[in-house]
């Protein structure tokens, strides 16, 4: 499966790379969300952070974190969201693993708020118990 990032990988097309190493590549995601929006990615093909083996999402989360950092100085920003989609319903559009750093200058930017809903903490947290005993 062959997907843009792919071909920013194997510099197929143009793209503003900010950092790169063996196993990680990061560049500025074309659509920014707010000033230094940037993309992690594993140059190790898998399709999301659930497919992804232990040592891939260490690696991109360890360049994901340092990154973050130096975003937050270089564009004097107050804080950053660091996160995934997983799969379609989550929002994820290319399907290959990737990490989006998005620089936070003020609160209103993005919202991520809760939604109003009759959800049932106790029996959510009941049903994870009883999934996974090591909780």
């Known amino acids: 499966m062959s997907t843009i990032f792919n071909k920013i990988i194997n510099k197929e097309i143009p793209s503003n790379i900010i950092y790169e190493d063996e196993d990680v590549l990061a560049f500025l995601d074309i659509s920014q969300a707010t000033k230094g929006h940037t993309l992690v990615v594993p140059k190790k ?76 903490i106790e029996e959510v947290y009941e049903k994870i118990r009883n999934y996974n005993k090591d909780i």
């Not at 974190?65 to 989550?90: S, Y």
């Open 45 to 120: 093909e898998t399709e999301s952070v659930l497919t992804a083996n232990d040592d891939t999402i260490s690696k991109v989360n360890i360049v994901a974190a340092k990154l973050a950092r130096e975003l937050i100085q270089i564009f004097d920003a107050e804080g950053a969201n660091i996160l995934t989609n997983a799969n379609e319903v989550a929002g994820q559009t290319v399907f290959h693993y990737h990490v989006h750093i998005i620089p936070r200058y003020k609160k209103e930017e993005l919202k991520f708020s809760p939604l109003e809903n009759d959800v049932d």
